[in-house]
């Protein structure tokens, strides 16, 4: 992912009122990214439990979405649609997205289930047990990497063009 302003989160979202994106907070550990190891941008607000963010590039510009988390908790240990790892270190979580433009604005949003701090992109970054001899693990990674991409990339897009 390349590398963003705080001025260029804060315009990047779609899905935001302009109170919204002023009042939103960065993640503590902004200055220190590694955005070479990042697919896209994803936080909790530390001061907004429910409240999470993510911004991920769609046709080259930077599209962020703002989150909510869902009431209620799954039965079972559900799978991250995004980075669908089966061996998360991490709890997954039910968030609603409102869309963009007049569908949001009417209320419509659209749900995924996703890892509860936004983690895939360290998830499918970290190497699996070999499941038989002669596994390419770098090519497993890569694409694990390439899928966790399109997941984030048609989640934006339905977000940003109002689809369900």
Same mark, same amino acid.
């Given at each position: 992912?390349?590398?963003?302003?705080?001025?260029?989160?804060?315009?990047?979202?779609?899905?935001?009122?302009?109170?919204? +994106? $002023?009042?939103?907070?960065?993640?503590? #550990?902004?200055?220190?990214? &590694? @955005?070479?190891?990042?697919?896209? /941008?994803?936080?909790?607000?530390?001061?907004?439990?429910?409240?999470?963010?993510?911004?991920?590039?769609?046709?080259?510009?930077?599209?962020?979405?703002?989150? +909510? $988390?869902?009431?209620?908790?799954?039965? #079972?240990?559900?799978?991250? &649609? @995004?980075?669908?790892?089966?061996? /998360?270190?991490?709890?997954?979580?039910?968030?609603?997205?409102?869309?963009?433009?007049?569908?949001?604005?009417?209320?419509?949003?659209?749900?995924?289930?996703?890892?509860?701090?936004?983690?895939?992109?360290? #998830?499918?970054?970290?190497?699996?047990?070999?499941?038989?001899?002669?596994?390419?693990?770098?090519?497993?990674?890569?694409?694990?990497?390439?899928?966790?991409?399109?997941?984030?990339?048609?989640?934006?897009?339905?977000?940003?063009?109002?689809?369900?």
């Amino acid at each position: 992912m390349l590398p963003l302003t705080e001025q260029q989160i804060r315009s990047s979202f779609i899905n935001a009122s302009l109170r919204e +994106r $002023k009042s939103l907070t960065l993640p503590s #550990n902004f200055d220190e990214l &590694s @955005w070479e190891n990042l697919d896209f /941008l994803g936080w909790r607000d530390e001061k907004l439990p429910l409240i999470g963010y993510v911004v991920a590039f769609l046709d080259g510009e930077p599209v962020g979405i703002m989150f +909510r $988390k869902a009431d209620g908790k799954t039965r #079972n240990r559900p799978q991250c &649609s @995004w980075c669908e790892d089966v061996n /998360l270190p991490n709890d997954v979580t039910f968030f609603n997205a409102k869309q963009a433009g007049p569908a949001g604005r009417n209320g419509d949003t659209i749900s995924t289930l996703v890892c509860e701090k936004f983690e895939c992109s360290v #998830n499918v970054r970290t190497p699996q047990s070999l499941p038989y001899v002669g596994f390419d693990r770098d090519a497993a990674i890569a694409h694990r990497i390439q899928v966790l991409q399109d997941h984030v990339q048609n989640f934006t897009q339905r977000v940003r063009d109002g689809e369900k």
